[in-house]
């Protein structure tokens, strides 16, 4: 016997006759002997629709009555899947986040989960049921409900994972495993059998939205074995797991992009010490992270251009931080650019092989495009480009690296 964390998706759960193909799922692994609890997001759409309704209401929300609403979407799919496993035979009962209950910190709308207290869900799987809790919500300080950030489910379902010792934690979600690259985008990419926790929490941070940043970290930390699964087919899945499991290793294992960044340069800043403080100090101040920046020699010794990045829903406040900030500075003109995209090539055989960014460059520069800054780490290499050669930059590159499927 086994103890099983399923993790079903927003498309998985998205209609009733899905919620009923999930609950025929749960139903074989529950039957085959193990012990499983499973953890739902909403259906999808669900809580961009409940995200729309706080902002139709109150442009600038409270975040705990944000989270009072947008957490409600996976109370409907916990309660219906309960439903549905029941009329398959299968003892089963939902659980809110706060019954269970996942304690987080207050940073309401993008929460920590500080601890499961899993007693109940222990005794619950015992006595024979398997027991549906909602994903990516927690209970915080005051009791208040809190969300965990968007696509948080993953993280419930590797957080349960963990506190429960489970052996396994499985997503299940729309594709049936992670790829070279996102498959919306690139025409054949490849699949891959087994990533390593690392490699999986650079794609997840730079782009990759199949699972969730955190729920990477969390699985690292606390060594979760984590299975990338389809809910429609039956073919096996990826899985996440130390570098050691894995025997064919690839230079690069995948390609991602991210639109969520914009550009911000300052023209002519004061070449002096201290300039840089002057001008991150104040984002920094106001929660604003900033991601890759590039600073060019002056030619006088005098003034240069600074370049960097922040998140896409930070420009406008980024914006008026610097400008604020003008005199302090000393620049003479701030343009912004939201129409880039971060393009990232990721690979744990770049510790040991030369020419990887050679090969990203050398492919843009084929296909005319410009690449505005660039950013690397030990195990991958990022560049910056317009916005609308994202996907002329995937393909291109993902057929450099030979990662094209046969
Ligand atoms: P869920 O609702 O099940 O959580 P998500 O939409 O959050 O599903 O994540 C699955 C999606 O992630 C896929 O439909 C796919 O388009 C996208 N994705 C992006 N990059 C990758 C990748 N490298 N491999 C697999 N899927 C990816
Ligand atoms: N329903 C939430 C969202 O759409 C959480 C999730 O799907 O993981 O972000
Ligand atoms: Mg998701």
Redesign the pocket.
Known sequence: MARIVQKF??TSVGDIDRIKNVARRVKATFDAGNQVAVVV??M?G???QLVDYCRQVAPNYDFREYDAV?ST??QVTTGLLALALQELGVPSRSWMGWQVPIRSDSAHSKARIEGIDTASLITEMAAGFVPVVA??QGVGPGNRIT????????T?AVALAAALHADRCDIYTDVDGVYTADPRIVARPRKLDKITYEEMLEMASLGAKVL?TRSVEMAMKHRVLVQVLSSFTDSPGTLVCDEEEIVERQIVSGITYSRDEAKITLIKVSDRPGVAAAIFGPLADANINVDMIVQNISEDGSKTDLTFTVAKTDLEQAIAVISGKKDDIGYVRLVPDPNVVKVSVIGVGMRSHAGIAQTMFTTLAERSINIKVISTSEIKVSVLIAEEYTELALRALHSAYGLDAA
């Open positions: 998706g927003g997001s909403a999808s669900v809580t961009n947008v979407g996976e994903g990516f969300t965990l950030g968007r696509g948080g489910s993953d419930s969730q």
